[in-house]
């Protein structure tokens, strides 16, 4: 089989999802979690719906970021896999 080329980019994310297992990744969510649950928790406890306001809004923005990540991560994981579908179709071509 022909060894793949590819980018910078490419590689990152590779290594990010081969370093990361089911435990690493909800625990890498951890330090955006940990802050709106405390405020939650503090509003909720001091009926002060300031605070929930404020964990509402760090809630939604984690989860926009992540979106945003996941966008950005599904389009180089496609031409990931359409150059490795390319090359296991070179190589049964070949047999």
């Not at 590689?11 to 990010?16: A, D, G, P, S, W």
């Not at 509003?43 to 404020?54: N, Q």
Request: proline share 7%; with cysteine.
């Amino acid at each position: 089989m022909k060894e793949p080329m590819f980018t910078p980019e490419e590689r990152k994310l590779l290594r990010q999802f081969a370093a990361y297992g089911p435990t690493r990744y909800v625990l890498s969510y951890a330090p955006f979690l940990a802050p709106p649950i405390v405020f939650a928790i503090y509003g909720f406890v001091r009926h002060d719906p300031s605070a929930i306001i404020a964990a509402f809004l760090i809630l939604l923005i984690v989860n926009l970021w992540s979106i945003s990540q996941g966008a950005q991560n599904s389009k180089l994981m496609g031409s990931l896999c359409v150059r490795l579908l390319a090359l296991e179709k070179e190589d049964g071509a070949r047999k």
